[in-house]
């Protein structure tokens, strides 16, 4: 609508012209918009309503020329649209044809392209340069043979060359400098070598002559050292002298496979000129070009000591111009140093490594400083470039020569690392310009691998880094922290310097840094990486430290992958916690993800999650003997996603069991799962249960009495997993367990200890009230109870001993580390103490405990009793240890041993086992 705001807007709010300090509570609204004048009057409306509006898009007419019969074939449809569709029909249709190519090469050949070079004839530059694409796409791709395409295809590309339109012919001379590898040499003789000459003269436009630059360069390749030198060193020679700079820059590039084709000989006498010489251009492109091309030549040169004081003469004259070379130099010192370091003098390779000194400290606030009151580079501050618009490229060097620090660390050895580049490190790795640290951060790993057992000398630049505040800088340190942290801990248990332990609180801080910030793929990446700390920490360092954090984004954080991402490092740190008390109390942890009652929907979907984890982490015997139960007890779930995402686990739960000793577990699966089919409602959830039925029937339960020859690789990647924390468990028992005491967490943190109990109750048991404490005693199952058996594998699993059981009084006697290992403690127990024909029982530390043997003193051990203020309920929501309950277990583990001598064990023992197994 025209509406006329000066007419209808009278007063201040129109009148009054701008000016510095007016405010609009200055303008006189009430007068400048009463209820009168703001009102549209009945011209203006009925002139808005006389307005059409306005038609977008194509006529009838004209969507009836885009229409084609659906009835056409790919090949019928192509050719129509190339000769009566329009300009956007033909591009589509021709970037087509190399499928068409594939898929009916003759119809493609014989009907397609006439058409197609009769269209090309007078078509529009867009069709040409599509064309050339679809050409160069059927040559790279090998769709037809060579004959065919030197025949059918190549007269088209030979044919537009030519054009006057030069985005035309650029088009036409790129696909054919593409095709030349894939041409026979006597189609190039033939076809392409008289272009090169033509091409090449000084009458042609720049575009002409760098087309046969690389003809010169593709070309040489495929000929004898001779012909190249006859036919083609004369022409490179020629545009290497070429007035444009743009030309010798590109007859520059293609020096390299010249010199390839020629070999090290001819290479050395003709090449190496014409290099140099475009190396000392008036030109910064070419002598970059020149420069670059010169590292490349280097191999294939017989005397490359002659280049050393032709490379210091570039350098001094780097240091003293002021364009845009020095960064390249920078760039390429740390590979021209390492490449001829073998025919280098010592005083050459102190030449160069204070140049690179110098250059790493050019113009920065740290090198000044340093240079003040260094010896050797006093006049460093003369080199600075001056002009603020300079400061760019200054830093550009610098993270040029932060790039090539692992080259030079090459070039002198490691001994002399800190004599030399020690300062030049710190330099750069606390430069001002966060692309030099970000660079010094991606290439650390190269530097501590090189370092070997000193890099814990640059631990401080690395924890220093750890701090920084750039997420550049933290990116290029989380890409490569396993390396790093790896090279600390092998150089730590080496020297015996406590190296990853003083990086972990830096490591700590950058995740908090990164949790705060709002890029949660850095974060993911970073709690990711914490996994690869498992095995290298030791257990408590593990279970205070790490696992906290852990369980806080598992429990708090809202981002799937952030979770997921701490999920797996978590399931990662279990495995390498050694103490069965914090094993436990991760696990209930991670099961408390499952209750229905405590956690909101997607907490238990993403406990669905960690179990796909633990399957893949541990052996099957420690996921049945702690996640089964409570996995399938989401089945009665009354959210429809969680008991949809259960139904995709299923056929791997079964996968996990084995017969006989799984049956209580199997008939545990097929009851869940008839229920699921006999209440679902939800469609969703009744589709995904049914295919997970036809899973779960393709699948089939290994057997225990089968022979190792049918094992599957699965099978044997379980046993190690399951050896490993057997290993686990033993090394658990040498070390003396925890000796009676808890480990407290610091106050607040969600790894709080828990009693065992927790972690063992299943989602539709009770847990004990805090008041009442809970028995200790155990019920025994019967030895050929299939549940038992499984009880036994999980018992056997955890400590990684079998108990010794009598079948006459069906009693447990409890093996302490001093009777599995001996008097010394070096001797391991016999193997009839694990004989398999001993009753399986699964015991449960702290909470649950076996019918312990009577003494001959007559006193049994006292059950340690659970204090009213140490529930696990208790526990969780005030973080408190459990200090009374600890310290009653204690008292009674270490009665329980003064009564207990190895001897009187041990024949108490095998006392037991005689009797078994005559009964047996």
Same mark, same amino acid.
């Not at 956690?599 to 979907?605: A, G, K, L």
């Not at 006193?859 to 005030?878: D, I, R």
């Given at each position: 609508v025209r509406f006329n705001w000066n007419r209808r807007c009278h007063g201040a709010a129109v009148n009054t012209p701008y000016r510095p300090g007016f405010r609009v509570a200055d303008m006189d609204w009430e007068r400048g918009f009463s209820s009168e004048s703001a009102m549209i009057g009945e011209k203006e409306m009925e002139e808005f309503r006389s307005e059409k509006s306005v038609t977008v898009g194509k006529s009838p007419e004209e969507i009836e020329k885009l229409v084609v019969d659906e009835s056409l074939s790919e090949v019928e449809r192509t050719c129509l649209l190339i000769s009566t569709g329009q300009d956007v029909q033909r591009v589509c249709v021709i970037s087509h044809i190399p499928d068409l190519f594939r898929s009916d090469f003759t119809a493609c050949h014989s009907q397609v392209l006439p058409k197609l070079e009769c269209l090309l004839r007078s078509a529009s530059?867009?069709?040409?340069?599509?064309?050339?694409?679809?050409?160069?796409?059927?040559? +790279?791709? /090998? %769709?037809?043979?060579?004959?065919?395409?030197?025949?059918? $295809?190549?007269?088209?590309?030979?044919?537009?060359?030519?054009?006057?339109?030069?985005?035309?012919?650029?088009?036409?001379?790129?696909? $054919?400098?593409?095709?030349?590898?894939?041409?026979?040499?006597?189609?190039?003789?033939?076809?392409? *070598?008289?272009?090169?000459?033509?091409?090449?003269? #000084?009458? @042609?436009?720049?575009?002409?002559?760098k087309t046969s630059c690389k003809i010169v360069g593709r070309v040489s390749t495929k000929f004898e050292p001779f012909w190249v030198k006859r036919e083609l060193l004369p022409l490179a020679t020629t545009l290497c002298q070429d007035i444009d700079q743009d030309v010798r820059a590109c007859m520059c590039c293609e020096l390299y496979p010249l010199a390839e084709a020629l070999g090290k000989d001819?290479?050395?006498?003709?090449? #190496?000129?014409?290099? *140099?010489?475009l190396a000392n251009d008036e030109e910064c492109v070419v002598r970059t070009v020149a420069v670059e091309t010169l590292a490349e030549v280097v191999p294939l040169l017989t005397h490359p000591e002659d280049l050393v004081p032709l490379l210091q003469k570039l350098y001094m004259e780097a240091l003293q111009r002021e364009d845009s070379f020095l960064p390249v130099m920078s760039k390429l010192l740390g590979k021209l140093c390492y490449l001829l370091k073998d025919v280098m003098s010592d005083e050459e390779k102190l030449w160069f490594l204070?140049?690179? @000194?110098?250059?790493?400290?050019?113009?920065? +606030?740290?090198? &000044?400083?340093?240079?003040?009151?260094?010896?050797?580079?006093r006049a460093l501050s003369t080199l600075s470039l001056g002009p603020p618009h300079e400061a760019k490229m200054e830093s550009e060097c610098r993270r040029m020569c932060a790039y090539n620090f692992p080259a030079m660390l090459l070039f002198i050895g490691q001994e002399a690392f800190d004599e030399q580049l020690s300062t030049s490190f710190a330099s750069l790795a606390s430069d001002c310009d966060p692309l030099v640290r970000k660079t010094v951060a991606s290439c650390f790993h190269e530097v501590v691998k090189l370092l070997d057992k000193s890099c814990l000398k640059v631990s401080s630049h690395y924890q220093n880094l750890l701090k920084d505040n750039s997420s550049e800088v933290l990116i290029g340190l989380i890409d490569h922290l396993?390396?790093?942290?790896?090279?600390?801990?092998?150089?730590?248990?080496?020297?015996? +310097?406590?190296? %990853? !332990?003083e990086l972990l609180p830096s490591i700590m801080a950058c995740e908090q840094r990164t949790s705060a910030m709002t890029q949660w793929r850095l974060h993911a990446q970073l709690l990711s990486c914490l996994s690869y700390l498992a095995p290298l920490l030791p257990s408590d360092t593990l279970y205070s430290k790490i696992v906290p954090v852990l369980l806080k984004h598992v429990n708090r954080n809202c981002v799937l992958p952030v979770r997921l991402a701490s999920g797996r490092s978590l399931c990662v740190c279990l495995r390498y916690l050694r103490k069965t008390e914090q094993r436990e109390d991760v696990c209930g942890h991670i099961i408390d993800l499952a209750h229905v009652h405590n956690?909101?929907?997607?907490?238990?979907?993403f406990f669905i999650e960690m179990c796909h984890f633990l399957l893949d982490i541990f052996s099957r015997n420690f996921f049945k003997e702690h996640f089964y139960e409570p996995l399938l007890s989401l089945a009665q779930d009354p959210i429809v996603n969680v008991r949809l995402k259960l139904c995709g686990v299923l056929p791997q739960l079964k996968a996990t069991l084995k017969l006989p000793g799984d049956r209580t577990l199997l008939q545990l699966l097929e009851q869940t799962v008839r229920r699921l089919i006999s209440q679902e409602k939800d469609p969703d959830t009744?589709?995904?249960? &049914?295919?997970?039925? *036809?899973? !779960?029937? &393709?699948?089939?339960?290994?057997?225990?009495?089968?022979?190792?020859?049918?094992?599957?690789?699965?099978?044997?990647?379980d046993q190690r997993k399951e050896e490993e924390e057997r290993q686990l468990a033993l090394q658990e028992e040498r070390e003396g367990g925890n000796g009676g005491k808890r480990i407290v967490p610091p106050k607040g943190s969600p790894c709080t200890t828990r009693s065992l109990k927790r972690a063992s109750v299943g989602l539709g048991k009770k847990a004990p009230s805090p008041g009442v404490p809970h028995k200790t005693s155990l019920q025994l199952s019967s030895p050929s109870s299939p549940a038992s058996s499984h009880k036994h594998s999980a018992a056997k699993l955890r400590t990684g001993i079998a108990p010794v059981v009598s079948s006459r009084k069906n009693v447990t006697l409890p093996l302490t580390p001093?009777?599995? !290992?001996?008097?010394?403690?070096?001797?391991?127990?016999?193997?009839?103490?694990?004989?398999?024909? +001993?009753?399986?029982?699964?015991?449960h530390a702290k909470t649950q405990s076996a019918k312990p043997v009577r003494h001959k003193s007559g006193?049994?051990?006292?059950?340690?009793? /659970?204090?009213?203020?140490?529930?696990? !309920?208790? @526990?969780?929501?005030?973080g408190a240890s459990c200090k009374p309950h600890a310290s009653r277990l204690a008292a009674s583990r270490s009665k329980e041993q003064v009564n207990h001598s190895p001897a009187q064990v041990r024949v108490q023992a095998m006392r037991i086992h005689k009797t078994s197994s005559k009964r047996t």
């Open positions: 530059a867009e069709v040409h340069v599509a064309a050339s694409e679809a050409f160069a796409t059927v040559i +790279q791709k /090998q %769709l037809v043979e060579e004959y065919v395409f030197s025949s059918s $295809l190549l007269p088209t590309v030979l044919t537009f060359i030519h054009d006057k339109d030069s985005t035309i012919a650029s088009a036409w001379q790129e696909t $054919l400098v593409i095709s030349l590898p894939y041409l026979s040499k006597d189609v190039i003789r033939k076809e392409v *070598l008289c272009l090169v000459v033509t091409k090449g003269l #000084l009458s @042609q436009s720049v575009s002409s002559k001819l290479a050395s006498s003709l090449i #190496l000129p014409e290099v *140099l010489e204070t140049c690179y @000194q110098k250059m790493c400290l050019l113009s920065s +606030q740290k090198g &000044r400083c340093a240079s003040a009151g260094g010896s050797g580079l396993p390396q790093v942290v790896e090279a600390f801990a092998n150089a730590s248990s080496d020297t015996k +310097q406590p190296g %990853l !332990l956690s909101p929907s997607r907490n238990r979907i009744v589709h995904a249960i &049914r295919n997970a039925v *036809l899973e !779960l029937d &393709r699948t089939e339960v290994a057997m225990e009495m089968l022979s190792r020859r049918t094992f599957m690789e699965a099978d044997f990647t001093v009777s599995i !290992l001996g008097e010394k403690g070096g001797e391991r127990a016999s193997p009839e103490s694990n004989s398999p024909e +001993q009753s399986p029982v699964r015991s006193h049994l051990p006292t059950a340690p009793k /659970q204090s009213p203020g140490c529930s696990p !309920l208790n @526990q969780v929501s005030s």
